[in-house]
T-cell receptor, first 114, second 110 residues
Framework: DSGVTQTPKHLITATGQRVTLRCSPR?????VYWYQQSLDQGLQFLIQ???????AKGNILERFSAQQFPDLHSELNLSSLELGDSALYFC?????????????FGAGSRLTVL | GQQLNQSPQSMFIQEGEDVSMNCTSS?????WLWYKQDPGEGPVLLIA?????ELTSNGRLTAQFGITRKDSFLNISASIPSDVGIYFC??????????FGTGTRLTIIP
């Protein structure tokens, strides 16, 4: 157990729908990162939050949004889902937002869009 | 932005063999990290390197931070079945975000 909790572990939905993925960072970590991993692909950085504020943005689609709440948990919202959005979505957390930080990953949420 | 080239993309080896994989960057890094991802799981940190030339071991794993600061390698000695998975390198410079390599998929042939 890495200490980073992601729910749900699996999610199956239809095209056009909207889903929310949730992440609780490791205790003491203030920064949360979201990554997308499509089948047999690498880790694509989506977005980062630090202490409630957006810190960095990667290749995140406009249909996707995220936020970090005062209790530091984060949610990734995916809307108008398309078949190509099927992927593993990972949340990671770190103590500091940048520099020599080490990311601790959750087990991921597997999204299947039918 | 920074680019990380990780090679090889995949490896098929027999149990007991040694494994070597590497990452090269288009620019210098301050930190190199190596992660392993088991099937269906999240990446787990194996080794962190913070200084050029640093050589660090974690059991059968050994990683080095290249002296040019633009590369790193990971060696696995005497591979066992549980070594199967995808290995990712990652690095960053200064306050920039961590950049991940494309991964090396390790398969052990029975």
């Amino acid at each position: 157990d890495s200490g980073v909790t992601q729910t749900p572990k699996h999610l199956i939905t239809a095209t056009g729908q909207r889903v929310t993925l949730r992440c609780s960072p490791r205790s003491g970590d203030l920064s949360v990162y979201w990554y997308q991993q499509s089948l047999d692909q690498g880790l694509q950085f989506l977005i980062q939050y630090y202490n409630g504020e957006e810190r960095a943005k990667g290749n995140i689609l406009e249909r996707f949004s995220a936020q970090q709440f005062p209790d530091l948990h984060s949610e990734l919202n995916l809307s108008s889902l398309e078949l190509g959005d099927s992927a593993l979505y990972f949340c990671a957390s770190s103590v500091v937002p940048s520099g020599a930080n080490v990311l601790t990953f959750g087990a991921g949420s597997r999204l299947t869009v039918l | 932005g920074q680019q990380l080239n990780q090679s090889p993309q995949s490896m098929f080896i027999q149990e007991g063999e040694d494994v070597s994989m590497n990452c090269t960057s288009s620019s210098i890094f301050n930190t190199w990290l190596w992660y392993k991802q088991d099937p269906g799981e999240g990446p787990v940190l194996l080794i962190a390197l913070y200084k050029a030339g640093e050589l660090t071991s974690n059991g059968r794993l050994t990683a080095q931070f290249g002296i040019t600061r633009k590369d790193s390698f990971l060696n696995i000695s005497a591979s066992i079945p549980s070594d199967v998975g995808i290995y990712f390198c990652a690095g960053h410079f200064g306050n920039e975000k961590l950049t991940f390599g494309t991964g090396t998929r390790l398969t052990i042939i029975p």
